[in-house]
Structures are given as C-alpha cells and as structure tokens.
C-alpha cells in the first residue's frame, strides 16, 4: 500500500519547513511528495531548489514533486493541482493538507490500520489547535435542504473512530481510485468550502472515517479568535451558495432562505454601524454581503479582484 501527499503553501516558510518534517518524519513513509507553492515571495521557492538537491543524494527519500505556480490559485487551485500531479501515480491513497498541518509521526500509521480493516474511501485523523480538539474540522450534514452542517461533538473522540459526512482537508486521506472517478476539487472555488464541495460529491458513497488516534496539530488561529469580516468570508459566502444550489434537495428553498439570511444580516450590520459599532468592519462585511448577493445566480468564477488575498481591514494575506 502506497500514500501520496499534497501539501499546499503560500508564504509561509518557516510553517512549511516543520509540516515538511512531519510528513519525511512518518513510521509509514510516504511513497511521494508533491509541494505546490502558490507563487510565494518569502523564499519559499529557494528553499524548496534545496530540498530537491538534497533528496537527490538521499536514496531512501520519497520521491519529491515540487511544483511552484505562476500565481497564486488559492487552496482550491493549489489542491487541484497536486492531486492532478499524483492521481495517476502508483499511490493508493493521498493525504491533503495545507502547511499548517502538523501530523504526528503515527498519523499514517494509525490510518493505515483502520484502511486495512474497514471499507470506507476517505479517511482522517484528529485536528488539534493549542492542544485542544477542533471539532470544526469534521461535521455533520444535518439538514439536506437548508445545508445546515454541525460539527461531531467532543465526545465522540474518546471512542475509537466514528463516521461523519463532511471534512475539510486538514488531514483528509482520499483513496486515489475516487479522486479518478469524480475528478478534482473546484478550482474557481479559489479559497474555502472547495473541500465541503469535494466531500458532498463522494459522501453519499462513502461517508469518512475518523481514526482518533491520528493526530495532526494545526497551526493557526483559536476557534473564536478569527476577525469580525476578512476578505476570505466572500468566497466562503458565495461558494457555500453555490454547494446549495446544487446539493439542497430543494434548491428553490435554500436560495430564498439564504437570501433572506444575508439581508437580514446587512440590516443588523447597518444599524450596529449606524450606532458607531466596529463601523469600518462592519462595512466591509455589508460590502460582501451584497457583492455575494448580486452573484448569487452565477458559478463561482475564481479570485476577485474585490478580494485578493490581504485586502479589506487589517488582514493577513493568507
């Protein structure tokens, strides 16, 4: 049984250089890398000349792709693209994670027994931030015609495995044979919900398997601390619109509930704004709301200009 992985970065160095750790540091190894570097301008793509060097002189490396884009595609993009590079390889299965993925030197190992025993053809492991569970990672479908999603609660990490619908890609194995059969991730998605789409489009085949003893830390923000609004928030708007209008078992009715939802959220922004209210962000998160709304019969069509990485109110470019 051979395992791939795709690691996605984007000036984020010092992050990668760790996640790189993990991934060569695994009891079962991988039998090939591929880094996609979303067009970084921090020394990654040195760094990277480097790495290649020395897995050259070291015959027991995987075999490394390392694959530096032109432009920045997003997550979405960048995903896409490394799966398209490992899908016809000699990997059974692939593991995807972003550089801020820390998977644990067992990760593999403990997903490998559950591959071996169980039938299911996408798996994962236990996302961790600041030494806590980050149930976000994993959810439930609750409601099939208003898209309500809801995290698995905590207590069903202290059992062994448990099954659930949707995953994001921190940490999600794909068995290979399926990528084949239903294609990449959205890459006009560009950034966020391109793995909710990805998972609703094999899950009523195959639900996932959650092996609690594969461990990753993820290095980013504490659930809760995020920032009010950021540029990010308007392709998770608009490309969760679009999963509802082609997932919903009623689409009509998700659309007039989600319009209804993103106006009523426009007028508390407005009033709060009015009464001086975080007024900047609130703002900006009205000007989404509305760019999201105008767009709401239209497919997703990549980045916007509106919405570059690092734009809006106090940001950070990823």
């Excluded at 695994?26 to 060097?53: K, M, W």
Aim: neutral net charge; hydrophobic residues 35%; glycine residues 8%.
């Amino acid at each position: 049984m051979k395992f791939g992985v795709i690691i996605v970065t984007y000036n984020r160095l010092e992050l990668l250089k760790e996640c790189i750790n993990c991934v060569l540091g695994q009891t079962v190894p991988f039998s090939r890398v591929c880094i996609v570097d979303n067009h970084s301008s921090d020394g990654t793509g040195a760094y990277l000349e480097g790495l290649t060097d020395a897995a050259e002189n070291r015959p027991d490396s995987p075999a490394l792709d390392i694959c530096r884009l032109e432009q920045n595609l997003g997550g979405a993009g960048g995903f896409a693209y490394g799966m398209n590079r490992l899908a016809n390889t000699d990997c059974d299965w692939l593991l995807i994670i972003d550089d801020d993925a820390m998977i644990a030197p067992d990760y593999i190992a403990e997903l490998q027994k559950a591959v071996l025993h169980t039938d299911y053809l996408a798996y994962s492991g236990t996302v961790t931030t600041a030494g806590a569970i980050d149930t976000s990672h994993r959810r439930f479908l609750k409601n099939p015609y208003l898209m309500f999603y809801e995290p698995v609660p905590e207590t069903a990490y202290g059992t062994p495995f448990f099954e659930y619908d949707i995953s994001t890609f921190c940490g999600l194995l794909v068995k290979t044979s399926l990528v084949r059969e239903i294609g990449l991730p959205k890459t006009e998605y560009f950034i966020w919900f391109d793995d909710t789409e990805y998972c609703m489009r094999f899950h009523r085949r195959s639900r996932i398997l959650n092996v609690n003893t594969a461990v990753l830390n993820h290095k980013t923000a504490v659930p809760g601390q995020a920032p009010l609004i950021g540029w990010k928030n308007y392709y998770g708007f608009r490309n969760a619109i679009d999963i509802g209008r082609t997932y919903s078992k009623c689409p009509p009715l998700y659309m007039a509930y989600i319009t209804a939802n993103h106006w009523a959220h426009i007028a508390v922004d407005t009033l709060l704004s009015l009464a001086g209210n975080q007024r900047e962000l609130r703002g900006y998160r009205i000007q989404v709301y509305r760019d999201v709304l105008r767009g709401r019969h239209k497919a997703p069509d990549g980045p916007s200009f509106r919405y570059l990485p690092g734009s809006g109110p106090g940001q950070p470019s990823r």
